[in-house]
């Protein structure tokens, strides 16, 4: 089992940056590919970006191209995702998870990731 924790969430400005972690809990990322997810009120859970086990391959969602970079720690244990330029649209609460056996390169989807951690908020006030 993969356990995960996520923080670094907080207040930010517009414009502003924002760093949020996730790391292992009990079991490290080893190979596995990380996913960063956010969900605001009302909304479906949207895919971010993903992070090959190596960090050597890296896939982005539409809405944070450019503006974010997900990247892992350099034990592998962790993984990060700098938000730079934020806005109030990414007010939402970000998870991080790791996928699931068998799903493929990119993995973009929920269904590609078996574990999940708890969430970490981010607020983009204007």
């Known amino acids: 089992q993969v356990q995960l924790v996520e923080s670094g969430g907080g207040l930010v400005q517009a414009g502003g940056s924002l760093r949020p972690s996730c790391a292992s809990s009990?079991?490290?990322?080893?190979?596995?590919?990380i996913g960063w997810f956010r969900q605001a009120p009302g909304e479906v859970r949207e895919f971010v970006a993903v992070?090959?086990?190596?960090?050597?391959?890296?896939y982005y969602g539409d809405r944070g191209k450019g503006r974010f970079s997900i990247s892992r720690g350099h034990d592998k244990n962790s993984a990060f995702l700098e938000m730079n330029m934020v806005t109030p649209e990414d007010t939402a609460v970000y998870y991080c998870?790791?996928?699931?056996?068998?799903?493929?390169?990119?993995?973009?989807?929920?269904?590609?990731?078996?574990?999940w951690g708890q969430g970490t908020q981010v607020t983009v006030s204007s």
């Open positions: 998870a790791a996928h699931r056996l068998g799903a493929t390169w990119p993995m973009t989807n929920s269904a590609d990731f078996a574990y």
């Open positions: 992070v090959s086990g190596g960090g050597g391959r890296k």
């Open positions: 009990g079991s490290p990322f080893l190979t596995y590919a």
